[in-house]
Structures are given as C-alpha cells and as structure tokens.
C-alpha cells in the first residue's frame, strides 16, 4: 500500500476556479520485485499469445534510428508496461479487451530523441505464454526498465501547465499568497502528481503538446512513463507516507545504495534529462488509435 500525503491546503477552497479541471490519476507506484506474466507490472513479462512472434524494431533506416542505434538489423522491442482490467478498470479499454501492454525500443527515435512506444491492447483469454526477450545487446540500460510491482492509488490531479492562461490570472494572487505564508507551491506540490501513472494530467516541462486523433479530436491523455517518481522538491507532497522513514537522512549527494534511491528511480529509467513518455489515446475511435509524446527539463 502507497498513500499519497494529503497536502494542507484545501486546493477547492483556496482555488475555486480550478475545480472545473480536476481529474483523478491512477499513481501505480512501482517497487522493484519479480512480478509474473499474469500481474499488472512495469518492466515485467508479458502474457503473449503463443504463437505471435515477438515484435522488433527495423533497426537504422533513414528516419528511424539515430546514429548511435544498434548495430544488428533489428532490435526487439522490450517490455515496459502491463496493465489488467482487474487492477485499472478506469482505462479505456477498446470493446473485447482486458489487457493494455506498452513496449518501446530502447533507443531513441526521432522526432522526440527518445524511445518509441507501441501500445497493444489484448484480450486475457488469448494470452497463455509469458515472453520477455533480452534487450538488444546494444541498448541503453536506462531504457529498459527494472521489473518492478506496482501499487495503485487514485489521486485527484489540478492541471499546471495545462490550465488555461485566464484562470492562472485569476487564481495567481491566491497561490502567491498561499506559497508565501505555508510554502506550499500549486504547481510543485498541489497540482499534478508526479510518477509513472494512468489518466491525469502529463507532468509536462515544456509546453504542452496534445495530439490530434485523424478524426479531429484532441487525444485523452492515456498514462505517463517518468524517469522519476519523484524530483528535487517534489518532497514535500509525492512521497508515499509509508516510504518516508525510508527517506530520512536523504540527499541528491546520496550513496548509490542509499535507500531512497530505490524509492525515487524504482525502474532504473532515464528518459534524456529526467523528462517522461507521455501517451494519448482516442476512445472516440473504435480502434483506440494512440499517440505520444516526449519532453524534459
């Protein structure tokens, strides 16, 4: 179990204006573990039909790989995230499925210089082996993520970058005033939760980038992969409580083993500085069509 702390500001009371845009996330909490092919997991096997071969990359076409990329003419794709109806029934699965499962290459693509996911949604009852090849030999270890169990919690979420530019106007007094007498910042710490997560708000650094489906809607935003489950000041607020008196003594000048460290980079991702996959979907379409995008400090 994973509890967010709540934080001591009332955010519908203090920010009023902001409440239209409240959404509920689904933090997953990853923990390093040997998760099987029949659990929600990230970075753990997949349940696969049997007689589905395993999906590779194309390896260094023009436009696809960059100079650096594998050596071999193609690179299998590795496993970063499952997902049961069972665990995260608030994913929009297509009619028929049950299973969401996310794989990426693990070298980085244009037109973001980062991994490319690709998304799969499955139905349990077709699924009967696990499969999980070795990474490329070549790959980047901190684009493969550690296998790792997860430990969802619902949070309820307030957009940052994403709120629009008048109701930043209109609450901006209050969360100065707010940050100056208890030093709680809205965008740090009552705002978007940070971590690998589903549903929500992205935990953009940039400017937000939200993809268009073919069929003229702006996508939902699907599920973010971060780098970190938390960064340098995100403290005060996205710690899990029962991982706090892990914590204590911490500091980004920490030891490689200091235990907090399992607790900040539980996946052993690094996706360019620190930044996340952020993937989107269309349930207006029948077929689900995703997309994705990628951005960091």
């Excluded at 007689?51 to 590779?56: A, H, I, L």
């Excluded at 995260?88 to 991994?115: M, R, S």
Aim: aromatic residues 10%; charged residues 25%.
């Amino acid at each position: 179990m994973h509890t967010t702390p709540a934080g001591p500001i009332d955010v519908p009371s203090e920010f009023p204006a902001v409440v239209p845009f409240a959404r509920t996330t689904v933090r997953l909490h990853p923990r390093a573990g040997a998760p099987t092919a029949g659990q929600s997991s990230v970075g753990g096997p997949l349940l696969w039909p049997a007689g589905e071969p395993w999906p590779v990359c194309d390896g260094p076409e023009p436009d696809d790989h960059y100079p650096d990329g594998p050596g071999e003419p193609a690179a299998p794709l590795v496993p970063v995230l499952q997902l049961f109806a069972e665990d995260i029934p608030e994913l929009p699965f297509p009619e028929g499925t049950d299973v969401l499962q996310v794989l990426w290459c693990p070298f980085d693509h244009e037109p973001f210089d980062a991994p490319r996911p690709e998304v799969r949604w499955r139905r349990r009852a077709g699924l009967d082996v696990s499969a999980s090849p070795a990474p490329d030999v070549e790959s980047d270890p901190r684009r493969v993520p550690r296998p790792c169990v997860i430990a969802p919690e619902r949070v309820v979420e307030y957009p940052s970058h994403d709120l629009p530019p008048s109701v930043w106007s209109e609450i901006q007094e209050a969360a100065q005033r707010v940050e100056r007498d208890t030093g709680w910042s809205y965008e740090r710490d009552l705002a978007v939760a940070s971590g690998i997560k589903v549903g929500g708000y992205p935990g953009w650094t940039q400017s937000p980038d939200w993809p268009a489906c073919a069929c003229g809607a702006t996508m939902d935003h699907l599920l973010t992969i971060a780098s970190w489950e938390f960064d340098r000041g995100d403290e005060r607020r996205w710690i899990p409580v029962e991982d706090r008196p892990a914590m204590a003594g911490w500091g980004w000048d920490a030891a490689d083993d200091h235990p907090w460290r399992g607790l900040q980079n539980p996946t052993g991702l690094m996706l360019g500085d620190a930044g996340g996959i952020y993937l989107f979907v269309c349930p207006r379409c029948p077929a689900h069509p995703t997309d994705y995008r990628f951005d960091c400090g």
